[in-house]
């Protein structure tokens, strides 16, 4: 009743006590009152039965009115006429009440669709209920299309395995064909057909070997744009060679063999002069194809040293350390569109480059390994899944929203969702609001060593490229997270010189690394086809 009150204040109606002073028979209305008409969807008049008719269902006194108009008028006439306008005072009010409830349902049939056909509560509980029903059967069924497609899935990794399986059967039959097995090699056998399944491995152990020319035959990113000034030099390590990268005379950067040619002097002790190198020895100079252009004090000699094929490229420093003519293009590592890159980072690290992608290949054990840093606070779930296509070096964690892809020949990539840090589980990359997208490159430098390439970019808060040394703050968080993985990959790495196999059991959710070994493991036998790439 409080809001019928509020629409009759609102609406401000007067209701006179006075008698009209004339009538006007238009459409039925006297002077002085006007009946408010109350509209429906299509316009006309609501042709609804009023919940208060009966209240309001009052006959109009007008019709009985007794006319006395330059009459006079004695005491019972005059009662009269007061009874029959006091009659008229109530008819009107009752009117106008009236109209205020129409016009107060009006509006709630505009605010509330469910009062469009003045329903009553029980049959809106009805209806409820039903939707109610209707919507738990639609639940139901995005349940069984979720199962259908997680049998899918299911079978896809089953298959996948298989055909690892087979790859690795295939590999150890080809080391073993030379072999005649020993009566307790075969019992072994028979007792690993009884089981569940044989043990799959992958041979990763030491002493670490030289690195195959055939790795070399690509393009390697080996540093920043951003950190190769005109007047500086950047030395190198790559396949356990010595580079130095450095601008020439038209801005564009060279490789060369970090030796000069007279006495073996390192010439990144030295200076960058007008777009050539200068070793700090006796003054040679060298330009970026790698020939002597300046001997001081002597008479000039015809004298090069090596250089590499070397571009840039979307802010990156590539070099070809290959025997091979290198290929026409450069893979892109651009962040995603919506990104702005916030850092880029180079660290010096003391593990071999197939191990750190290893480590960076694998998400199962951060929840175990990270937990002062990014996976603090994260569940351990009872199982973890990298979903990925049959063949290709790229998918995404279950239940970890993030997406991984390693791109030959040393490159990861993912993309993380940060929308709820600390409970990531249910989560996808599509369903979070906020993002990370990370850029690793692992360049052998030696076999104990690996030049790391970081680059941090996100799709929000693009305000943090401005903040005074923000740039040492992600370091500092970048240097925590990989020293928490520095001293267990530092401990596989001794083992695995001393003859250890670090890939002796691999699991379901190792599946892009052993992707990865296979991959690698095909490039250095020299594989006309290379595993989960496309035919070329």
């Not at 990156?316 to 919506?338: E, Q, R």
């Not at 490159?411 to 969702?417: N, P, R």
Request: net charge neutral; charged share 25%; hydrophobic share 35%.
């Amino acid at each position: 009743m409080s809001t019928v009150f509020a629409a009759a204040a609102a609406l401000s109606l007067p209701i006179s006590l006075t008698r009209p002073a004339k009538f006007n028979t238009k459409k039925g209305v006297r002077a002085g009152f006007r009946v408010f008409a109350v509209f429906g969807e299509e316009g006309g008049l609501v042709d609804k039965k009023n919940p208060w008719g009966t209240l309001f269902d009052v006959e109009d006194p007008r019709s009985k009115f007794p006319q006395c108009k330059g009459k006079f008028l004695d005491v019972n006439q005059a009662l009269e006429v007061a009874r029959y306008d006091i009659q008229y005072c109530d008819w009107r009010a009752r009117q106008d009440v009236l109209t205020i409830m129409l016009l107060h349902e009006k509006v709630v049939d505009v605010l509330n669709p469910l009062a469009r056909d003045y329903k009553s509560i029980g049959t809106v509980k009805k209806e409820l209920a039903e939707l109610q029903q209707e919507l738990a059967q639609a639940h139901i069924q995005v349940h069984i299309s979720e199962a259908r497609v997680n049998t899918a899935l299911d079978k896809l990794a089953h298959m996948e395995e298989l055909v690892n399986d087979r790859l690795l059967q295939d590999r150890n039959t080809t080391e073993s064909g030379q072999l005649c097995p020993s009566p307790s090699t075969s019992m072994q056998s028979l007792d690993t057909v009884k089981g569940k399944s044989p043990q799959k491995s992958l041979n990763v152990s030491g002493p670490v070997q030289a690195y195959p020319p055939h790795l070399k035959n690509f393009w390697y990113p080996v540093a920043f744009s951003a950190d190769l000034k005109d007047d500086t030099m950047i030395p190198i390590d790559c396949f356990e060679e010595q580079w130095v990268i450095f601008r020439g005379k038209d801005g564009k950067p060279g490789c060369v063999r970090n030796t000069c040619a007279h006495r073996a002097c390192p010439l990144d002790l030295g200076s960058v002069n007008e777009g050539r190198i200068q070793c700090p020895y006796h003054g040679w100079e060298y330009s970026t194809d790698g020939k002597c252009e300046k001997m001081p004090s002597t008479r000039f000699l015809n004298v090069r040293i090596k250089s590499l094929p070397c571009f840039e490229q979307e802010g990156m420093i590539w070099i070809w350390p290959g025997d091979d003519p290198p290929t026409a293009t450069l893979p892109s590592l651009l962040p995603p569109k919506g990104f702005e890159i916030h850092a880029e980072i180079v660290m010096e690290l003391p593990i071999e480059h197939g191990l750190l992608l290893d480590n960076l290949l694998d998400l199962a054990h951060a929840p175990f390994t990270h937990t002062s840093t990014f996976a603090k606070g994260w569940s351990v779930p009872s199982l973890v899944k990298f979903l990925t296509p049959a063949s290709g070096l790229q998918g995404y964690w279950d239940p970890y929203p993030i997406d991984m892809e390693f791109r030959p020949p040393c490159i990861v990539l993912s993309t993380i969702g940060i929308s709820k840090p600390g409970k990531l589980e249910g989560q996808n990359t599509r369903q979070c609001d906020t993002h990370l997208h990370q850029l690793h490159v692992c360049l052998p430098s030696s076999t104990k060593k690996t030049r790391l390439l970081y680059r941090m970019s996100l799709d929000f808060a693009p305000i943090l490229k401005h903040i005074p040394f923000m740039q040492y703050v992600w370091r500092h968080f970048a240097e925590q997270v990989l020293n928490e993985d520095l001293r267990l990959v530092v401990g596989q790495q001794e083992r695995m010189i001393n003859g250890a196999n670090v890939w002796n059991l691999p699991v379901g959710y190792d599946k892009l690394g052993v992707r990865y070994r296979l991959w690698r493991e095909a490039v250095e036998r020299g594989a006309k086809q290379l595993p989960y790439s496309k035919p070329m």
